[in-house]
């Protein structure tokens, strides 16, 4: 397994039902339930390996800012999600620190624990959207959920090796 941690480099980003998407595809990248469930439906295990966490101040961030509201600091977990130890996606978590209040708090804390384990037991998880985008060859999407009300950000990368990509017609 590489312990080069991917960069997320998508320049166009463009809302999912904008984009002309094979049913496969739009089945991997449309996924409204955990994706965390969805590879383990491929695998015999998912795996997290954190890459990064910790707070960073605005002047760190860029385009992604037009996507959450103003706010100092941001907590920003980056991770590879492995299938039986293959790295299929980067995901890459922005929460500006005004959503980190009650239960949230426990987002700081989330290490080798998929962001899905919590995101889709919690009492009130919306999606305000879904943006699909290209880097090279890969597919990325970015969604905003808010967890009662307060917004997050959550972009994607669907590394090689993911099933999304596989030969079978399986969705
Ligand atoms: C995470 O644990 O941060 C995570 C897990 C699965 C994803 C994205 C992020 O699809």
Redesign the pocket.
Known sequence: MTDRHPSLDVTHWHLIHDVSLTAKQQSWLGECQ???AR?ERHCGK?T?V?QREGFIGVDSLGEELTQLPDCERFWL???L?CGDNVPW?F???LIPETSLTGEEVSLLT?G??????YLFKAAELTRDFIQVGEQGELWARRSRLRLSGKPLL?T?LFLSESPLYGVNNEL
């Open positions: 955990s994706m965390t590879f998912v997290i954190p977990r980056e991770v999600l996606l995901g890459r978590t989330l080798t624990v998929p962001l899905g384990r959550l994607e």
